[in-house]
């Protein structure tokens, strides 16, 4: 199976160019963003050496999906979706700030509590929980965005003594962090998932706070199985999970945690397979919809050729 690796278009009026972790971006004059959505994976903030085919198409279909269900809540950067690895949105001052908000003591949480810390971004957190068990309430504990090496955990207060984000800006950060937590929970809810935490992006456009990148993606986000949660929990047995930390678990087994002199462990194709069908597993239990694989032949020429004429559109 053939993967989107990289792009190096040249689209018309182009003014910039940004390679991130798992999209490449194009700045369009002082107008539009172009993002495409590759099939490049990331864990431990390290871009894994194999694409995972068919991954783009399923982040970027789920984020349209939540993106566009979220609009009563708050604004967000999109304008069209041309293609199924590719978003065109307007042009946000982002944040410097990630909200990660958290209905369940899972992942990077998890390890820092069984670490023995009862504190995580400055929020409070009681004795004698266990991994996977529900929060009293969902926390959000942000995290400062580093373009290049690890993103690091910062307190709501730092936040705003550092003057990171301006205070009453954060308050409605936070507000709608909470609203788009709930209403996500809500509309998976129904389709047997568990919301466990999740992160969104936010910046500002013509002085209003706008949502922005994905949502509620297995990049962004992780999932539990609903069905047999509290009896896994009564028994102390790992929960069912569709999310990216199955990968993050592999590399964990396999003595790679994104630390320096560690090597990134052999994929082979048929891991790479496997994270594939994953990816694809999530994308239909959270739209309920069957994945309708895009074809991947000349793929990149596709691409290009639908960015093209979207913008031709939007000129």
């Known amino acids: ?14 003014t910039q160019f940004y390679k991130g972790k798992v999209r490449d971006v194009y700045t369009i004059g002082d107008k539009f963003l172009v993002m495409v959505v590759t099939d490049r994976i990331s864990a431990f903030d390290v871009v ?33 979706v041309p293609d199924p ?33 009862r504190s995580v971004c400055g929020v409070e957190l009681p004795d004698g929980l266990k991994e ?5 309430e969902p926390i959000i504990t942000p995290t400062t965005k580093a373009s290049v090496g690890h993103d690091e955990d910062i307190s709501r207060e730092e936040i705003i003594n550092r003057k990171i984000v301006d205070e009453q800006d954060y308050i409605l950060l936070e507000k709608y962090t909470r609203a788009l937590y ?10 047997g998932l568990i919301l466990v935490d999740t992160k969104y992006e936010f910046g500002k456009a013509d002085g209003k706070i706008h949502l922005i990148d994905e949502i509620h993606t297995p990049d962004s986000s992780r999932y539990f199985y609903k069905e047999g949660y509290e009896d896994r929990q009564a028994k102390n047995e790992p929960q069912r999970q569709l999310s990216k930390e199955f990968v993050r678990k592999w590399l964990i087994d396999n003595g790679f945690q994104g630390k320096e002199d560690q090597l990134i462990p052999e994929m082979t194709p048929e891991f790479v397979y496997s ?5 694809i597993e999530l994308y239909e239990h959270i739209t309920g919809d069957d994945f309708i694989k895009n074809d ?15 913008l031709n559109r939007l000129s």
């Open 85 to 117: 690895n590719v978003t065109i949105g307007k042009i946000c001052e982002p944040f410097k700030v990630e909200m990660v908000i958290r209905g369940y003591l899972a992942g990077h949480a998890w390890r820092e509590y069984q670490s023995g810390k």
């Open 48 to 80: 894994l050496p194999e694409p995972i085919p068919f991954k783009g198409q399923v982040l970027n279909q789920i984020a349209a999906k939540f993106l566009q269900s979220t609009l009563d809540i708050v604004p967000n950067w999109v304008i069209d």
């Open 132 to 136: 996977n068990d529900k929060l009293p």
């Open 1 to 14: 199976m053939s993967a989107i690796k990289e792009t190096h278009f040249n689209l018309p009026g182009q």
């Open 275 to 279: 994270i594939s069908e994953r990816y």
């Open 182 to 191: 709930q209403r996500g929970t809500e509309m998976v809810a129904d389709l």
């Open 296 to 310: 991947h032949s000349d793929t990149l020429k596709r691409v290009e050729n639908n960015i093209i004429e979207a």
